[in-house]
């Protein structure tokens, strides 16, 4: 598929501006991507009643101007809006369906399956990517055929599109990142081979909160991963999202299993670490959020913390 330029995608919604809505990604020249012999990409979006941030994800993707993008969506039956946004770009989409699924895991493995590109990902229908960010995984991976899975730095934003705080990630640490809780992959920006995928196999559909970190454990047990230190998604939190604290106990349940599965011995100052934070949370932080003077200083504190990493961010990127 080439993707589609502003002009022939729907016009924005009322009062969107700025990228994906009034802001296109310029297409890559095609004597560009003959010349660099530039992978064709596979995406997968797992959709379920996400309607008020779907289109944007949509756009996100149409509007990276790679020449050779291949976009699937997998609605497990949304009861929302959705369907007819993903109807609105049916025509630059390469499929989609709306039906019942079990989960999140088997709407991803659903759309994989189906894919046909060298290079693939999925980006959640309440995430994004950043302008240009597909055009740059491609050229990385043509540029160091040795590697079989990247990530890159991401931004984790609020409903109305602000920065909360610029996530930057570590280099990759194999054992760390079955041991360490806090030690986390960001996967809005990863991208791995289709190579990869045939030998490791799909993703775990047992597991509905960290399939994520089991699916990246077996890559980087027989492959190659590297970071990119460019912010190349955005992830977003709201109050619907499964990544809020009331599904912690069943992320760290799942967790605890992905350790024991690869070998992890028992750690008292994980487990110290981890429910300490719960108890920090629960009887010190959301305490102070019930109050406004005490919300105020919460809040002052993590301005200030954004504020320093953004700081760090922007020095980066001038260096």
């Known amino acids: 598929m080439i993707c589609p330029t502003l002009k022939d995608l729907p016009p924005p919604l009322s009062g969107k501006t700025g990228w994906p809505w009034t802001e296109e990604t310029p297409p890559l020249q095609d004597a560009m991507s003959k010349n660099l012999e530039l992978p064709k990409i596979s995406i997968v979006t797992p959709s379920y009643n996400q309607g008020q941030f779907l289109e944007e994800t949509i756009r996100s993707v149409l509007l990276q101007g790679y020449h050779d993008l291949e976009y699937i969506i997998i609605d497990g039956g949304s009861t929302d809006n959705s369907v007819e946004i993903i109807r609105k770009y049916e025509p630059w989409l390469t499929y989609w369906v709306s039906e019942k699924d079990n989960g999140q895991s088997h709407a991803?493995?659903?759309?994989?399956?189906?894919?046909?590109?060298?290079?693939?990902?999925?980006?959640?229908?309440?995430?994004?990517?950043?302008?240009?960010?597909?055009?740059?995984?491609?050229?990385?991976?043509?540029?160091h055929p040795e590697?079989?899975?990247?990530y890159s730095d991401i931004h984790i934003i609020d409903q109305q599109d602000k920065i909360i705080k610029p996530w930057s990630r570590k280099e990759f640490d194999l054992e760390?990142?079955?041991t360490d809780y806090n030690y986390y992959i960001?996967?809005?920006?990863v991208f791995f081979r289709s190579s990869i995928l045939e030998k490791v196999g799909f993703l775990d559909e047992n597991l509905h909160f960290k399939m994520d970190r089991d699916f990246?454990?077996?890559?980087g047990k027989i492959g190659v991963v590297k970071r990119i230190p460019e912010y190349l998604a955005n992830f977003r939190t709201h109050p619907s999202a499964k990544s809020i604290p009331k599904n912690e106990g069943r992320a760290w349940r799942e967790f605890i299993q992905i350790r024991r599965r690869y070998g992890a011995s028992f750690s008292p100052k994980l487990y110290f670490s981890h429910y300490s934070g719960l108890i920090k949370q629960k009887f010190l932080v959301n305490p102070l959020m019930k109050f406004t003077l005490g919300e105020s200083l919460v809040n002052m504190i993590r301005?200030?913390?954004?504020?320093?990493?953004?700081?760090?961010?922007?020095?980066?990127?001038?260096?």
Not at 186 to 189: I, L, M, R, V, Y
Not at 216 to 219: L, N
Request: hydrophobic share 30%; glycine share 8%.
């Open 108 to 143: 991803i493995n659903k759309g994989w399956k189906m894919s046909t590109g060298e290079i693939i990902a999925y980006l959640n229908s309440d995430d994004t990517y950043k302008s240009g960010s597909v055009s740059y995984v491609a050229k990385y991976f043509q540029e």
């Open 147 to 150: 590697v079989d899975m990247v």
């Open 176 to 178: 760390k990142y079955i």
């Open 186 to 189: 960001p996967q809005q920006g």
């Open 216 to 219: 990246f454990i077996r890559i």
């Open 303 to 319: 301005d200030k913390n954004i504020k320093r990493e953004l700081g760090l961010y922007e020095k980066r990127d001038n260096r």
